[in-house]
């Protein structure tokens, strides 16, 4: 059984760094794409970062591009994201993302066959 467990999440003043980690188990990480996804209040979920299955090639969403970075570590079956300069409007619950045999850069939610249960990103003004 696939399991993504995330932490790292909490609460932020504006301009502010958090490091979002993904632990999994039941998953044969090298061979998975990877992503994190993330939905505010009100707000159909979007797509945050994804990265592939060695970590060589990511993919970021415009609205953090140069601010957030995604990485990974196989040996220790986890994913990160690391988020700087953090903004209110980046406040949402941010899930972490699996795609078995998928070892390129997935960004499309349908692919996604496991999600996290998320952790709560608040930045405050």
């Known amino acids: 059984q696939v399991q993504l467990v995330e932490s790292g999440g909490g609460l932020v003043q504006a301009g502010g760094s958090l490091r979002l980690s993904c632990a999994t188990s039941?998953?044969?990480?090298?061979?998975?794409?990877m992503g994190w996804f993330r939905q505010a209040p009100g707000k159909e979920r979007e797509f945050v970062a994804a990265?592939?299955?060695?970590?060589?090639?990511?993919s970021h969403a415009a609205s953090v591009k140069g601010r957030f970075t995604i990485s990974r570590d196989n040996a220790k079956n986890s994913v990160y994201l690391q988020m700087n300069s953090l903004k209110p409007e980046d406040t949402a619950v941010y899930y972490c993302?699996?795609?078995?045999?998928?070892?390129?850069?997935?960004?499309?939610?349908?692919?996604?066959?496991?999600w996290g249960q998320g952790t709560q990103v608040t930045v405050s003004s």
């Open positions: 993302t699996a795609a078995p045999l998928h070892t390129t850069v997935v960004v499309t939610a349908a692919e996604y066959a496991n």
């Open positions: 039941g998953l044969t990480i090298s061979t998975a794409g």
């Open positions: 990265i592939n299955w060695n970590g060589r090639s990511t």
